[in-house]
């Protein structure tokens, strides 16, 4: 069967010691994961993954799984051939020919020689190939700083040769950093701060709060739409639904009007707590950055995670806000994000929160609320909807029904 192949290029697992063999492991099924139902393979040669993928899968596949898997530095088609040189020569020329080179300028030719008993120098390589581009398009001068077009070719166990390689998203496989939950909202920065996390390597599910009729229907498409467009970086993930209404209400007419915001907010904490210590997590991931609104001042910070018996990140926590949105647009978040459905922490918020609250008196204002019941019967009613490595809705359940081995 004919396959197409990729060259993938690794980045920090390169640098792991003893327990590389388990990244790149995990590279490897989180490729594979993605690709499915089509069958892959992979194979490693020093500091490079080549990717075998059954003809019949569409290339427009292959790079979205290849671009939002962290882990990869950069990837490109390539072709494999024996390596002799008019051979390579014979493979190259077919690769530029079945290229559109009438938009291009300049050219640059790249080859790396693993292979120390080749016979033929890296330069000398370089100069025949440089000979086969001009025979393939003589209008292209050479250029060394900044090319329209660089020819790669590497000498390994085969020749591989390559064109112009994507960039990949860096970072570490998912799921090699343990696993936590995301506080996902309907706001720009929850969705970059799980993407900012799955880069670490860590493995997340969501957890969102729903208050109908208060916030609308429309508010958890947006959010379950925000799930889909990062379960790709997360390498999928589930989204728990947790209808909170009657716990906001109480809160909304309990606590002081000032302290409503971080009242809920050391409920959201409580709630995912249980979660975490549910499905044996080990973290708390938020979208908060110092001092962006009132309840995330590092006093309002130092309270929410007194709430927590894990460990809080956040990621975004030095950003500025266009930072943050550079982020949303260049991962795909940012339209869905500023769709108008406000979710339950904007509609319940105060007109004057506190800033510069005292931890001991918000805990005992908190402890007054009486919100175990309200956070019991929110999590007994919760719905779980849960995504593929490719972004695809694969089921919806009670929680506590059970689980999804597509995720």
Not at 255 to 274: H, I, P, S, V, W
Not at 326 to 331: E, F
Not at 374 to 396: H, P, Q
């Amino acid at each position: 069967m004919a396959k197409l192949l990729y060259l993938i290029k690794e980045g920090e697992i390169s640098l792991k010691g003893l327990n590389r063999g388990l990244f790149e492991k995990r590279l490897k099924n989180n490729i594979k994961d993605k690709l499915r139902p089509y069958r892959s393979t992979t194979e490693r040669q020093k500091g490079r993954l080549f990717l075998f993928v059954e003809e019949s899968c569409p290339k427009e596949r292959i790079e979205k799984a290849l671009s939002t898997t962290f882990g990869i530095v950069g990837y490109a088609p390539a072709l494999m051939c024996e390596k002799k040189v008019d051979v390579i020569k014979e493979k190259a020329r077919r690769m530029l020919s079945s290229m559109d080179l009438s938009g291009a300028k300049t050219f640059k030719v790249i080859t790396k020689r693993e292979d120390k008993s080749f016979p033929v120098h890296s330069y000398d390589l370089t100069c025949i190939l440089a000979e086969v581009v001009h025979e393939v398009a003589d209008h292209l001068t050479v250029n060394l700083k900044n090319p329209d077009v660089v020819l790669h070719c590497e000498i390994r166990q085969q020749a591989f040769l390559y064109t112009n390689d994507a960039e990949g998203v860096n970072g570490l496989p998912v799921g090699t950093a343990g696993r936590g939950l995301l506080l996902l909202s309907g706001g720009i920065d929850s969705p970059v701060a799980g993407y900012e996390m799955a880069k670490r390597g860590l493995k997340m599910d969501c957890l969102y709060f729903h208050a109908y009729p208060y916030t609308s229907d429309e508010a958890l498409e947006k959010v379950k739409t925000l799930a889909k467009e990062i379960a790709p970086y997360l390498n999928g993930t589930r989204l728990f639904v947790v209808p909170f209404t009657e716990g906001q209400l109480n809160i909304k007419e309990k606590a002081a009007e000032d302290a409503t915001t971080l009242m809920f907010r050391a409920a959201m904490m409580k709630t995912a707590g249980q979660v975490v210590s549910n499905e044996q997590m080990t973290c708390i991931v938020t979208g908060e950055a110092l001092s962006q609104v009132a309840s995330q001042t590092l006093a309002a910070m130092s309270f929410t995670d007194s709430m927590s018996d894990y460990l809080v990140l956040r990621p975004l926590v030095a950003f500025d806000k266009q930072e943050i949105i550079n982020i949303a647009k260049r991962i795909g978040t940012y339209g869905t994000s500023i769709l108008p459905y406000e979710d339950c922490c904007v509609i319940f918020s105060p007109k004057h929160p506190l800033t510069n609250p005292d931890k001991d008196e918000m805990r005992k204002q908190y402890e007054s609320l009486g919100m175990e019941s309200f956070i019991t019967e929110a999590l007994e009613n919760t719905k779980i909807y849960s995504y593929n490595a490719r972004g695809e809705e694969t089921g919806v359940w009670n929680y506590g029904e059970g689980t999804d081995e597509n995720v």
